[in-house]
């Protein structure tokens, strides 16, 4: 554990070697982006295990010294880190391996390898960091990875514009993050997690600070992980490469907001405004989101909404006290979710387009992806016995508990959407006639197949780590010695369990009628304009268009005129004396004797006269 | 004898001046350029001289100088008159608004 340092080096390694050999390794570059995932994995394992029997390890150095105050840099793994590095590095090294598949036969393949080394290297990173400045740098890091891996097809313009989007949209919520951190240096006098978690404790900051401060990081994760309002860049994120999506979707980019409000926790729970406040927008994003998941017809953006609206879950656990309920989410999500960014790959891959009204009638021509998408689907629909059932229980049990009456009936309707949406999506793919022609459709390699099979494994089984069936294995193991993230369970009634399976079977129920059996319309939604508003998601991206990008363009386009007419003029001026000065001097050099002798002349009755006049020299 | 006053002398030697540099800027011949060089020389050695017998400090230094500008006086001009002559054979002018050739 002591060495944990070395994990994110290896995809750190991997990024620098194929960005200056890899285009002469050209396919050669996925082995060394496979095998350098795989080591870090490997030692993440490692790392997690040897964590289960030792307490957190902390290691730091003095990196700054700035007056009497001491930056310091290192890495800390305790539970959640622990935990975080498995997630990160087994998606990771599973997406690499995908890839290879994939991306084959891409010209920039080296530059897609190493581009997936840097953004492991910053997730990484991330979540080893003992203090917030740490943090911070590796957050950026991991946005200028997805921004240079959703802008991979850079040539695209929806890629590109895609791109800048995420960017843009993250870096509005890191101004938040910014803000609160510099408010809680402010008043603490340190970045580190421990000291600023001692100090709240303390109750030496005052809590209007302490909520200031927390909904201000808040902001932050509401950027990253893509909570309304700032989920618009989600979606739109997937112009890059499927894998990427798996990537970004399940463990690194938008795992980064759930980490840190985690990794906050008890700053969060030091201000119950600001868990309010965390709980409202994630509820609200899930059901938000979900609703939207339910009229998408691109495979990915369905599949992007209901990441939007499992991330509002996690917040909304969180902003609960749920804690082990909000990380326990984030960990099965980043399983099933992986599971079906990749299948959903798989058959882009296999049929060429995303579009899923010409899908249909696949399972019989993928016998593998067909059964690996189908239980990614009943685990984040929240079936039983599968992963994604037991973590969402945990979330809404802990809403229950907290007594957000309303916020908990609001997650519940999103349960039945998000059950009906995705088998809305899995019925239109895989059941009935196809809905054009099919007949070149095969099944991925291997390459792509086994990794879909590890993951399908974990989704069903990673949720049996924590149930109130056979124990809460990882809950108590994430809140051990640490009484500031709340107990390991939460006890909830028993019903809590029913409503949520029969409200998820009733979706799946419904989607089949509608989508498999067609005993119902399809015009379910009646109300076109329901369907429309639905469709364009809430005209938000319009919504922002017609306000925040109007007013912006015409702010820049005055500052655009004071620069060419006020500060452009003014450098043009003083340049144009110069120069017409110098042109007037350069006129009387012109070899003629005589005139250089009137101007010596002249010169000289000018110094008389005011020698003359002052009696002297000049005072 | 009724001695002229000094201002008489440096109103000579002034007016000379202004026409020997009026001359010398003006004139496009070399020839008369050189010509109103010696004026201005001439009326500097006016000075010298009034200056020797109606100065602060009258002594004869004043009179050896104005002999020393003359000696020199001839020498330059005949160093130009030489060189005019080279250039004129080069350049077939005299005309100073042609001899800028130090210009480019």
């Known amino acids: 554990m002591e060495n944990a340092w070395i994990i994110p080096l290896f995809p750190l390694l991997s990024f620098l070697f194929l960005i200056f050999f890899g285009k002469r390794l050209k396919g050669a570059s996925a082995y060394i982006g496979i095998l350098l995932s795989l080591a870090s994995f490997v030692y993440s394992l490692l790392v997690l295990f040897e964590r289960f029997s030792s307490p957190t390890h902390k290691a730091e150095a003095v990196w700054l010294t700035i007056g009497d105050i001491q930056l310091t840099a290192g890495f800390e793994v305790n539970q959640l880190n622990a935990l975080m590095l498995v997630i990160v590095s087994l998606v990771s090294f599973l997406v690499h391996t995908y890839s290879k598949g994939y991306m084959h036969g891409d010209d920039r393949f080296h530059v897609y390898y190493a581009y997936l080394g840097l953004f492991t290297f910053a997730m990484l990173g991330l979540v080893l960091s003992p203090n917030l400045l740490q943090t911070y740098i590796f957050w950026e890091l991991v946005g200028l990875g997805s921004f240079l891996l959703i802008g991979f097809y850079f040539y695209k313009e929806e890629a590109k514009k895609a791109a800048k989007k995420a960017f843009i949209m993250t870096r509005i919520g890191d101004v938040g993050l910014l803000i609160g951190m510099i408010l809680l240096f402010w008043q603490v006098g340190s970045f580190e997690y421990d000291e600023i978690f001692a100090a709240v404790a303390a109750g030496s900051i005052s809590t209007t600070m302490i909520t200031l401060t927390a909904i201000l990081i808040f902001v932050g994760a509401v950027g990253k992980s893509g909570q309304f309002p700032l989920h618009t860049w989600l979606p739109d994120a997937m112009e890059g490469p499927t894998p990427v999506s798996a990537l970004i979707h399940a463990a690194t980019m938008v795992a980064a907001g759930v980490y840190l409000v985690a990794a906050l926790f008890p700053l969060f729970t030091a201000s119950e405004t600001a868990l309010m406040t965390v709980a409202t927008i994630g509820a609200i994003t899930a059901i938000f989101a979900a609703s939207i998941g339910l009229v998408q017809t691109d495979i990915k953006r369905v599949l992007a909404y209901s990441t939007v609206s499992q991330l509002g879950y996690m917040m909304l656990a969180l902003g609960s006290a749920g804690y082990v309920a909000g990380v326990f989410h984030l960990m099965t999500h980043a399983f099933f979710k992986a599971l079906l960014f990749l299948a959903a790959g798989s058959v882009i891959h296999a049929v060429h387009t995303q579009d899923i009204e010409k899908m249909g009638g696949l399972w019989k021509k993928l016998r593998v992806t067909g059964p690996l998408f189908l239980i990614g689907t009943l685990a984040i629909s929240g079936v039983p016995l599968f992963s994604g059932f037991f973590s969402k229980d945990e979330i809404l049990i802990a809403a229950w508990a907290h007594g957000n009456t309303v916020l908990f009936w609001l997650a519940v309707i999103a349960a039945f959407f998000t059950a009906f949406y995705m088998f809305r999506l899995f019925f239109m793919v895989f059941s009935g006639e196809s809905r054009s022609d099919m007949s070149h459709v095969k099944e991925s390699p291997g390459v792509m197949t086994i990794p879909m099979v590890i993951l399908g494994i974990l989704a069903v089984v990673a949720g049996y780590v924590n149930t109130p069936w056979f124990g809460t294995y990882l809950g108590d193991w994430l809140t051990e010695g640490n009484a500031a993230l709340g107990h390991g369970h939460i006890e909830g009634p028993s019903w809590i369990m029913i409503v949520a399976t029969v409200v998820s079977l009733l979706g799946i129920f419904l989607a089949w009628l509608i989508y498999c059996k067609r005993s119902l319309s399809r015009d379910w939604l009646g109300a076109k304009t329901m369907y429309n508003i639905l469709y364009n998601k809430y005209y938000i991206d319009e919504f922002y268009e017609l306000t925040v990008v109007k007013v912006m363009k015409f702010f820049s386009l005055f500052l655009h005129y004071i620069e060419t007419f006020l500060v452009e003029g003014l450098v043009k001026g003083v340049s144009a004396a110069v120069s017409g000065l110098g042109r007037l001097g350069s006129k009387f050099h012109d070899g003629q004797v005589q005139r250089y002798g009137t101007v010596a002349f002249v010169g000289l009755a000018i110094l008389i006269v005011v020698f003359a006049v002052t009696g002297g020299y000049l005072k | ?104």
């Open chain 2, 1 to 104: 004898m009724s001695s002229v006053p000094i201002s008489a002398y440096l109103a000579l030697a002034l007016i000379l001046f202004c026409i020997g540099l009026y001359g010398a800027l003006t004139k496009r011949n070399t020839v008369i350029v050189l010509i109103s060089i010696e004026l201005m020389l001439n009326a500097v050695n006016i000075n010298l001289v009034a200056f020797s017998k109606y100065g602060a400090v009258p002594a004869i230094t004043g009179q050896i100088f104005a002999l020393f500008a003359m000696t020199v006086a001839a020498a330059e001009a005949s160093v130009g008159l030489a060189i005019l002559i080279a250039l004129y054979r080069n350049r077939k002018t005299v005309n100073i608004d042609e001899m800028n050739s130090m210009k480019n």
